[in-house]
């Protein structure tokens, strides 16, 4: 799959790509920045009620958000679907609603894909591994 990096500005550009979050209520086609630095998959917790998915207090996680601030998400399993490629997978809803788009991390995206990000050509190229180990 190949997508184009989306401009943010005058000469900002990154790596953001359409995904389809799905529940089993609901499903929604969402934007998420692809983070090598991440180490999980990352949306707002806006997402996660449009969803309807209820965060449980056993699923509570902490992590360090880019400004150093311990940030409070919750752990779910969702169905996340890039180009024509679907599967299960855990994610992490947390407060970051001023984000504006979602985060694909190393756990949830890159252990699921070959990525190629080329800021030069302004090209991102996503091979799924189990079509490449066939």
């Avoid at 996660?48 to 958000?65: E, M, N, R, S, Y």
């Avoid at 409070?72 to 809803?93: A, H, M, P, W």
Wanted: charged share 20%.
């Amino acid at each position: 799959m190949i997508f184009k990096y989306l401009e943010f500005g005058p000469n900002v550009f990154r790596p953001v790509i359409p995904v389809i979050l799905k529940s089993p209520a609901k499903f929604m086609i969402y934007s998420a920045l692809i983070d090598s630095g991440a180490d999980n998959c990352i949306f707002s917790l806006d997402i996660a009620d449009l969803l309807h998915i209820k965060p449980k207090t056993k699923d509570k996680t902490q992590f360090i958000g880019v400004g150093k601030d311990t940030v409070n998400g919750y752990f779910s399993t969702i169905e996340l679907r890039i180009g024509d490629i679907f599967y299960q997978t855990k994610v992490i809803f947390a407060d970051m609603s001023d984000f504006g788009h979602g985060i694909l991390g190393q756990k949830g995206f890159f252990d699921h894909f070959d990525v190629k990000l080329s800021y030069n050509k302004q090209i991102i190229e996503i091979d799924s591994l189990k079509q490449t180990s066939n």
